[in-house]
Structures are given as C-alpha cells and as structure tokens.
C-alpha cells in the first residue's frame, strides 16, 4: 500500500495504507472522478494491476521459461529465451522495440520506457502522449517520474484516453468484465478484479 500511504501524506490524510471512506473520497476529489461508481472500478483495477499499490514500474526479471510463456511470440525457442534470461533491460528492450512509438533493439527505449504507474504506461508515444496531457514535458527526459510522481495520474489517464469510464455507469460482473478486457486485453485476475472493485463500491455505499 506504498503508494496510497504517499497519496495519504500529500493530501493532508492519516497515512496509515488504510483505503476507507476518507481516502476514497479524497482520491475522488484529487481526480476529479465523478460517481462512486467510476471510482470503484477504477480503485479495483488499479489496485489490481498494481499489486496491491505496492509496484510502480514493470518487473522483467523472467526466467527463460518465463518468456516463452508471457512473450511466445518474441521467444520461440528455449535457446534464445535463455541468452536473455534474468536479464530485464534486454528482455525490455527486445519485447518493446519497434513498436508503441520505440526504436530499435540497440536504441533502448525498450527499458527506458518500460511500464511504469498503477496501469502500467508503456511505450515512447504513450509516454510522450502523457506528457502533453499532463503538460510536463519532463517526463521524456525523465521516465521515472511516472511511478515516482504520476502513479494515479498515469492511469487516469489511460481510463480517459481509452473512454472506459463510459464503461463505470454500474458496478455489476458484466460492467466489471468490459473494463477489465479494455485494460487486459482479455480477462486475466477476473475474479479478483471483481472482488476488488465491489469491495471498494461496498465502502461508498
């Protein structure tokens, strides 16, 4: 609960990692979310995604088994698979180069605009598209600041870019479902992302 003790601290709260009413509405006055609705499914997800809002920036620490389960595509064999083996910056590197606005292998942006926040912004032009939403031109010179400064940001704005709040209207096991295949691509932690998410709606009731 690292970064919900931070967020405690910033804005005045008792910063004991306790996610109760007065924070949840404080997050819901920071960001501007407009319905207790909105807001737990974005408090579900994020604390999903986030490990319990305790990481902040993607862990690519794979053993070569590893890859070719989560990255198949990009390690056919066991032999190359394990020429990167516990070695994050060129498993970030390789899986990311060339595509989400990232240059080559060689370039390292792979790393260097590695996932970072509670949903895990990732890629140069995703990077840089938040710098001018957020209007912090820094941010491309300095990645980290994603996890450091613009956690919650970082993933307000995905949930904005992507209109998923449209999605938030209800907190039920349909709605749940929609917004977890728009940020997972498909529904991995389901179960666990509804628990979340009525968990933190049963707070604001």
Request: with cysteine; net charge positive.
């Amino acid at each position: 609960m690292k970064k919900i003790i931070d967020f405690q601290k910033k804005h005045g709260l008792v910063a004991d990692g306790i996610i109760g009413i007065n924070t949840l509405f404080k997050i819901k006055e920071v960001f501007k979310i407009k319905t207790n609705e909105e807001l737990a499914h974005f408090m579900g997800q994020c604390h999903h995604e986030s490990g319990g809002f305790s990481v902040d920036t993607e862990n690519l620490n794979y053993s070569a088994d590893g890859l070719m389960k989560v990255f198949p595509k990009y390690f056919p064999t066991k032999i190359l698979a394990m020429s990167y083996q516990r070695n994050p910056v060129k498993i970030a590197n390789k899986v990311y180069s060339n595509r989400m606005g990232n240059d080559s292998e060689a370039s390292g942006n792979g790393y260097l605009y590695r996932g970072r926040g509670a949903i895990q912004l990732t890629g140069k032009s995703n990077y840089k598209a938040f710098a001018d939403y957020i209007g912090n031109k820094e941010i491309i010179t300095k990645p980290e600041l994603v996890a450091t400064d613009y956690f919650f940001e970082s993933a307000l704005y995905f949930f904005n870019k992507n209109n998923i709040f449209s999605l938030c209207k209800v907190v039920d096991t349909d709605h749940i479902t929609k917004v977890t295949k728009k940020i997972n691509g498909g529904i991995n932690g389901l179960l666990d992302r509804q628990e979340l998410t009525r968990k933190y709606y049963n707070i604001l009731e």
